[in-house]
């Protein structure tokens, strides 16, 4: 059975910084790209980051872009997620989802982590 | 950048037939996936690649894509599946090419 959990979520000063855990299972990790999508209280899905099965190819949100930076460990079966100079937009429940490839449909998430940004 | 639109909410009775669209500047071109959101879950992939349904998924969940408008309709609806749903495409032209919708609330009346 497929599983993807995410951890490292929590609350954060504005300006902080977190780092996000996705622990997977169930599947061949490192034959799989991975992504980021989060989404703030209300409000609808926003694509964060997705990274390509060899880390070849990332690519991220404008929203992002220069703050977070999107890693995986292939021996651990895990995905990353560093989150620096957090900002109150960021607030969200974040969810790792897999991809067969980086430009593929997102076929297994995981049950998402909130991020709360805030003084 | 590449943008989705979604109308924000479709009604419709059981039994009925529900279609939910998502306009994108030649979406006939790109793949579009379609997710389902029920309140306090993670989204569920329902179709993909425009079509395509992943196993598990009921008959009852169809998708077209052409010109400028993708379809996703959901036949004899039922309460269940009052959710949000997401169109997605992938943008090759783009330095941020993956793209969300903005939802569309289904609800069933």
């Known amino acids: 059975e497929v599983q993807l959990v995410e951890s490292g979520g929590g609350l954060v000063k504005p300006g902080g910084s977190l780092r996000l855990s996705c622990a997977a299972s169930g599947f061949t990790f490192s034959s799989y790209s991975m992504n980021w999508v989060r989404q703030a209280p209300g409000k609808g899905l926003e694509w964060v980051s997705s990274?390509?099965?060899?880390?070849?190819?990332?690519y991220y949100a404008d929203s992002v872009k220069g703050r977070f930076t999107i890693s995986r460990d292939n021996a651990k079966n895990s995905l990353y997620l560093q989150m620096n100079s957090l900002r109150a937009e960021d607030t969200a429940v974040y969810y790792c989802?897999?991809?067969?490839?980086?430009?593929?449909?997102?076929?297994?998430w995981g049950q998402g982590t909130l991020v709360t940004v805030s003084s | 950048s590449y943008v989705l639109t979604q109308p924000p909410s479709v009604s419709v009775a059981p039994g009925q037939t529900a279609r939910i669209t998502c306009g994108g500047n030649?979406?006939?071109?790109?793949?579009v996936h379609w997710y389902q959101q029920k309140p306090g879950q993670a989204p569920v992939l329902v179709v993909y690649?425009?079509?395509d349904r992943p196993s598990g998924i009921p008959e009852r969940f169809s998708g077209s894509n052409s010109g400028n408008t993708a379809t996703l309709t959901i036949s004899r609806v039922e309460a269940g599946d009052e959710a949000d749903y997401y169109c997605q495409v992938w943008d090759s032209s783009s330095d941020h090419p993956r793209v969300f919708g903005g939802g569309t609330k289904l609800t069933v009346l």
């Open positions: 990274i390509s099965s060899s880390s070849s190819y990332i």
């Open positions: 030649n979406i006939g071109s790109k793949s």
């Open positions: 690649d425009d079509s």
């Open positions: 989802a897999r991809g067969e490839q980086v430009d593929t449909a997102f076929d297994y």
